[in-house]
């Protein structure tokens, strides 16, 4: 079964400043990749997502990801992050196919610094 | 608008008391599956349910129980809570296609005393 890693548990960066969060995944083929955002006492909201094509994937709220195969990769960035984006995020894996299973990291929570 | 209602939202109960969690979807979608989030976990998935009468289990299915009667509700039971089971919950729909995006629900804060 696949599996996601995320090696941050907490990043705090300045408002303006460009954010990268790492997300590593294992899986035999090319995944489906996810982040989604959790904004306190919020659900899960899907920010981006990858299927296959153009490794460079825009999502809302001026997020991108970039799939990087070699790597088993998939790190979300944002070039000037703003004091909205104190979230928690989570990366997720899907497997190919129709059995929509799907594996979360352990997320990332992102502080804001005025 | 396209939903996932869970309720409800905060709970707090005692050790074997049975609680029913509710959630409905109203986007038609075959796939339905619930996850808790603990600190440090993730979401990890407890069962999830492919159709009507399909049900399976997750990662961690132990003490919980599912039904999916009809489409749009899969409700999640605990006939007998524990302590462990204190947590944050999250349901989710999807269309059956892996690629499908997952949308979900506000999530139900359990506390078992």
């Known amino acids: 079964a696949q599996s996601v890693t995320q090696p941050d548990i907490h990043i705090t960066v300045s408002e303006g400043a460009s954010l990268e969060l790492r997300c590593n995944y294992s899986?035999?083929?090319?995944?489906?990749l996810f982040w989604y955002v959790q904004s306190p006492g919020q659900g899960l909201q899907l920010l981006l997502k990858?299927?296959?094509?153009?490794?460079l994937v825009q999502g809302i709220k001026g997020f991108e990801a970039e799939f990087k195969r070699s790597q088993s990769s998939f790190n979300l960035r944002k070039p000037s992050v703003h004091w909205s984006d104190a979230a928690e995020y989570f990366c997720?894996?899907?497997?190919?196919?129709?059995?929509?299973?799907?594996?979360f990291g352990a997320g990332t929570r992102l502080t804001v610094k005025p | 608008e396209a939903q996932v209602t869970q309720n409800p939202r905060y709970l707090i109960t005692v050790t074997g008391k049975k609680l029913t969690v509710t959630c409905s979807q109203n986007?038609?979608?075959?796939?339905m599956s619930w996850y808790r989030q603990d600190p440090g976990l993730g979401l990890r998935q407890i069962y999830y349910s492919m159709n009507v009468e399909v049900t399976d289990k997750g990662d961690v299915p132990e003490g919980y129980k599912v039904s999916r009667k009809e489409k749009r509700n899969f409700p999640l039971i605990l006939e007998s809570p524990s302590p462990n089971q204190t947590s944050l919950y999250f349901c989710?729909?999807?269309?059956?296609?892996?690629?499908?995006?997952?949308?979900f629900g506000p999530g139900t804060r359990l506390l078992v005393l």
């Open positions: 986007m038609n979608h075959e796939y």
């Open positions: 990858y299927f296959s094509g153009d490794t």
């Open positions: 899986y035999g083929a090319t995944p489906y």
């Open positions: 989710a729909s999807q269309g059956l296609a892996g690629r499908e995006t997952q949308y």
């Open positions: 997720a894996v899907g497997a190919r196919g129709n059995n929509n299973d799907m594996r």
